[in-house]
């Protein structure tokens, strides 16, 4: 499904929630969601990460029979609909399961397979790929954040692979703005390249995220070049995946940095 390491994947958001912090209530009616995914499919979207739960600062808790209600009519239409690999951001098990069910290719689990203790061995049983992102509560960390981030990753990549995981189905996510502040975002950006040690794909997501923000001071939708600046920088330092709102720019500044970087 992915060949790591000849371009870079565009992952598209597709939220149908009220309360994300970009585009909360924009797609969260069958209709709209099913435009918009198409929509970025047509913009060059290799992927779709559709969620049904806002993970932003401070988000209102949805419980698994409301976010499979969002998320489930969403699936069965693109399914019908559209080619391209499908990726669920969720960090419950039982969601995972009723998407897996439906043919959905991949869970971006924000939680690395830790929240859930059921997580990784629905994934094992469905064969499917994951996105291991870290995490954590608080912002506090006892040693060098970068050596932080690696031992959970290689934590949760273990509970992966003693599950059943395929290891070749493994990506992992350094987790821009969870469980760190601005400058830890800064620094985690600055040495992602760090993380090719583990020797696995890497998903980047800072699109419209308040690390660029708070650098450029405007608002979300104000944040497109800000965003398109760490999937250039990302791909200089061995990113294979970005997680992006905006497919048209990201896509082009991904291809421009590919030609320079994958040569």
Request: with cysteine; hydrophobic share 40%.
């Amino acid at each position: 499904m992915f060949d790591y390491g000849k371009k870079t994947y565009i992952m598209g958001i597709l939220n149908v929630t009220p309360d994300s912090f970009s585009d909360g209530g924009n797609f969260n009616s069958l209709e709209t969601a099913i435009k918009h995914a198409k929509d970025m499919i047509n913009e060059g979207a290799d992927i779709i990460d559709l969620g049904g739960e806002s993970t932003r600062p401070g988000h209102k808790y949805v419980d698994e029979d409301e976010e499979l209600r969002r998320i489930i009519p969403v699936i069965k239409e693109l399914k019908k609909e559209i080619q391209v690999p499908i990726s669920v951001d969720t960090y419950k098990s039982e969601v995972a399961d009723g998407a897996l069910k439906l043919g959905v290719e991949m869970i971006n689990d924000i939680w690395g397979l830790r929240k859930d203790e059921n997580m990784a061995n629905v994934i094992a049983k469905h064969d499917a790929h994951v996105c291991i992102m870290h995490n954590q509560d608080g912002t506090e960390y006892d040693k060098d954040i970068m050596e932080s981030i690696k031992e959970f990753l290689i934590e949760s990549i273990e509970i992966g692979i003693k599950a059943g995981i395929d290891k070749e189905k493994i990506v992992l996510d350094p987790g821009i703005g969870f469980g760190k502040t601005v400058e830890q975002n800064l620094e985690v950006l600055k040495r992602l390249d760090e993380l090719n040690e583990l020797g696995y794909p890497i998903l980047l997501g800072t699109s419209r995220k308040s690390v660029i923000g708070a650098v450029l001071n405007v608002e979300p939708k104000e944040r497109v070049e800000g965003t398109v600046a760490t999937t250039v920088l990302g791909i200089r330092d061995g990113v294979d995946i970005v997680r992006v709102h905006d497919i048209k720019e990201n896509l082009r500044a991904a291809k421009m940095a590919d030609a320079i970087y994958r040569r």
